[in-house]
């Protein structure tokens, strides 16, 4: 790991915690009514380990006196989970509604909120973090009109431990004291600024939608369509010192999309 506030070490270039690919498995089933699927995940995680590099000047490890890379070694830890998916359409087509659930752990990076998948334990192993995504969408459709909805939400279970101070995800002894406080951007003003004293650890977030589709005109010339959309957006965070953090986000979009005959 680097120093870089956490993140990916910038002097030795892009490597991943994961030594192997994520193996997806998945049935899927159309009897006469409706589809459905159900699918497992299973990935792998690792980490390397230096015992001895917190060593005083004055502790021997390894037969080396002071910090060193002696008895480093690697460290996996094995992820994955189970979900399901069902669609249904009734009223000639004219209505359609899904389900989709998923849960596990490490498997965060397989929502599209991107929650982390693992955190780090005091000896420095990593403990992959529970995580359980859900959706449900419904949709109507006409010759010209497709109306749709749809409410998520993407959970990482609070999974931390006690050393000489709380660490791991989401520890109640976080500070998150500088949460609310408007930080000044930087370079000029051309870089968010970063507040001071967040930890913010995601506990959940939660999204609902609703929008339609109308279609101008279909024909021998192609197609155009407009098509506005609401979204309503919560993030919402594990408790620390002092409280715990939220946001709420409004979002209005719209599309015109013309597509060659």
């Known amino acids: 790991?680097?120093?870089?506030?956490?993140?990916?070490?910038?002097?030795?270039?892009?490597?991943?915690?994961?030594?192997?690919?994520?193996?997806?498995?998945?049935?899927?089933?159309?009897?006469?009514?409706?589809?459905?699927?159900?699918?497992?995940?299973?990935?792998?995680?690792?980490?390397?380990?230096?015992?001895c590099a917190t060593n005083s000047t004055t502790t021997i490890c390894d037969g080396i006196l002071g910090p060193s890379s002696g008895l480093a070694h690697n460290d996996s830890r094995q992820g994955g989970g189970f979900g399901a998916n069902a669609r249904w359409s009734f009223y000639k087509k004219q209505i359609d509604f899904g389900l989709h659930a998923f849960g596990g752990d490490g498997i965060g990076r397989y929502g599209?909120?991107?929650?982390?998948?693992?955190?780090?334990?005091?000896?420095?192993?990593?403990?992959?973090?529970?995580?359980?995504?859900?959706?449900?969408?419904?949709?109507?459709?006409?010759?010209?009109?497709?109306?749709?909805?749809?409410?998520g939400s993407e959970y990482d279970q609070r999974t931390w431990f006690v050393a000489t101070k709380p660490v791991g995800y989401g520890a109640p002894g976080f500070n998150n004291s500088g949460c609310g406080i408007?930080?000044?951007?930087?370079?000029?003003?051309?870089?968010?600024?970063?507040?001071?004293?967040?930890?913010?650890?995601?506990?959940?977030?939660?999204?609902?939608?609703?929008?339609?589709?109308?279609?101008?005109?279909?024909?021998?010339?192609?197609?155009?369509?407009?098509?506005?959309?609401?979204?309503?957006?919560v993030k919402n965070t594990w408790s620390g010192t002092p409280g715990e953090p939220h946001a709420v986000e409004n979002m209005f979009l719209t599309s015109f999309r013309y597509y060659l005959p």
């Open 112 to 151: 599209t909120s991107g929650l982390a998948d693992v955190t780090v334990r005091p000896n420095g192993t990593l403990a992959p973090i529970r995580n359980y995504q859900g959706l449900a969408t419904l949709e109507w459709h006409s010759p010209k009109l497709d109306v749709y909805s749809n409410l």
């Open 182 to 233: 408007e930080v000044v951007p930087g370079a000029g003003g051309f870089a968010p600024g970063s507040p001071g004293n967040c930890t913010g650890d995601t506990r959940n977030t939660i999204e609902g939608t609703l929008g339609f589709w109308y279609r101008i005109y279909n024909g021998p010339k192609g197609k155009l369509q407009f098509g506005p959309q609401y979204s309503y957006i």
């Open 1 to 51: 790991m680097g120093n870089s506030g956490g993140l990916y070490n910038a002097f030795n270039g892009n490597y991943s915690y994961n030594p192997s690919p994520d193996l997806v498995f998945k049935l899927a089933a159309e009897p006469g009514f409706g589809h459905y699927e159900v699918f497992g995940v299973w990935c792998q995680f690792r980490d390397r380990l230096y015992p």
